[in-house]
């Protein structure tokens, strides 16, 4: 009697090891791909490890709630990294781009979106890649944002020079002393001057975010979407300066 339970084992795993390995091998290996809807805006959100979840995940939730909305021109919203590797945030989120900037071919990006990072006051304005893609962009993009310490990035590759800005409000001295030529403006909570978009960063993301839409889109699609994720918005509220030119 154990000699045949004991071959009825042996049976059973004979048919059924072959069987499970094959299953692991069958399993495809496939790479997501951001899907990229034609007569959209596309709207490029850089990251790096270091990356403040806020200053990325304010204006994405913003710009990608534009989908749901009826009659204009929506977002197409994606990451753009110098690697394919998992990116850490800041509070140790790990976020898989969409693109990598260096190998990858991109699609022309209307808006690019540069969150604050953990080291964009001292080792991130030491990556000549990085800056040169940025100023790379600039030269087609319609709008150029940064949120928080964004701004440095910016200000280093050049882009603020004529330009009226802001940052995080606990930066804007180290912001004016490492640019000294800059036109910094404190007191507000995001500035528009030309195609720049500069804000204070933090949950305030949301309310430069917000602006753009508006801009875009008008002011009844600007309140629909902060409805939609329980915002109050009234630009007429929120300190802001936008520069006019002449």
Known sequence: M????????LF????SSPTTEKSKAAAPKTEYKVKLEPNRYNVAFL?????????LTAPFDI???????????????FTVAKTKDPIVSFEGMRILPD???LKDELPKIDILVVPSAEHHLDSD???EEMLNFVKKVDKEATYMTSHCDGAFVFAKAGLLNDVVSTTFPGDIEAMRKMFPK??????VLFVHDGKYITSAGGAKSFEASLYLTEILYGKEVAKKLAKGL?????LETVLHHVEAKQ
């Open 2 to 9: 154990r000699i045949l339970s004991f071959l009825s084992i």
């Open 12 to 15: 059973i795993t004979a048919c």
């Open 47 to 55: 990251i790096m490890d270091g990356v403040y979840n806020t200053e």
């Open 63 to 77: 710009f990608q709630h534009t989908i749901f909305r009826k009659g204009v021109k929506a977002m197409n919203v």
């Open 99 to 101: 693109f990598n900037y």
């Open 125 to 127: 304005l030491e990556d």
């Open 182 to 187: 800059l036109d910094v403006r404190s007191d």
């Open 230 to 234: 329980v915002i109050d918005w009234d």
